[in-house]
T-cell receptor
Framework: DQQVKQNSPSLSVQEGRISILNCDYTNSMFDYFLWYKKYPAEGPTFLIS?????DKNEDGRFTVFLNKSAKHLSLHIVPSQPGDSAVYFCAASEGDDKIIFGKGTRLHILP | NAGVTQTPKFQVLKTGQSMTLQCAQDMNHEYMSWYRQDPGMGLRLIHYSVGAGITDQGEVPNGYNVSRSTTEDFPLRLLSAAPSQTSVYFC???????????????????FGNGTRLTVT
């Protein structure tokens, strides 16, 4: 029973364009959402987060949007750069101590 | 600061062998956790701890034991390794997940670089 779903295993985007990564969740009790980025042979690193009391959070080129009614969040990267090529994980927590991750989306930035 | 240190980086075990994956953090983080990453499965939570002396099960705890005798260390024990435990294991830590919630969240998980385990 997958509570955090990233339905696109991979995504290719031209350098300079917008990358949009999507995430859906099933647990309506989730109140915190995070995005992590992972390069090969390294641990994931935190990118950006959003509380359920907000619908948008920005940090430089990265913006996360939350649609609670649709149980959907997305990560926008503008403009996309070659160093953004990585696997992106969506994660959520529900007020206890567990952070549940999705399966990840591999982003390829094309020159 | 070394951050989160995992040892060993690589390990090969035979079925039935036991071993301990080590995880240490030097950031005085209260919260520590173990994840495994498998192809097509993402990161799955094995066990976690909210402080010394306290541990709890995650999504996939079977076949693994943990203990938290100090704030710094959170070892993961495989009592009898099985081929299904072939995976990359990540340890992560943070300040308390309840800190400053819900208005802001400035305590994300810090991950180690992983241990690649193969069980034959």
């Amino acid at each position: 029973d997958q509570q955090v779903k990233q339905n696109s295993p991979s995504l290719s985007v031209q350098e300079g364009r917008i990358s949009i990564l999507n995430c859906d969740y099933t647990n309506s009790m989730f109140d915190y959402f995070l995005w992590y980025k992972k390069y090969p042979a390294e641990g994931p690193t935190f990118l950006i987060s959003i509380s359920s009391i907000k619908d948008k959070n920005e940090d430089g080129r990265f913006t996360v949007f939350l649609n609670k009614s649709a149980k959907h969040l997305s990560l926008h990267i503008v403009p996309s750069q070659p160093g953004d090529s990585a696997v992106y994980f969506c994660a959520a927590s529900e007020g206890d101590d567990k952070i549940i991750f999705g399966k990840g989306t591999r982003l390829h930035i094309l020159p | 600061n070394a951050g989160v240190t995992q040892t060993p980086k690589f390990q090969v075990l035979k079925t039935g062998q036991s071993m301990t994956l080590q995880c240490a953090q030097d950031m005085n983080h209260e919260y520590m956790s173990w994840y495994r990453q498998d192809p097509g499965m993402g990161l799955r939570l094995i066990h976690y701890s909210v402080g010394a002396g306290i541990t709890d099960q995650g999504e996939v705890p079977n076949g693994y034991n943990v203990s938290r005798s100090t704030t710094e260390d959170f070892p993961l024990r495989l009592l009898s390794a099985a081929p299904s435990q072939t995976s990359v294991y990540f340890c992560a830590s943070s300040y308390s997940l309840f800190l400053d919630r819900p208005s802001s969240y400035n305590s994300p998980l810090h991950f180690g670089n992983g241990t690649r385990l193969t069980v034959t």
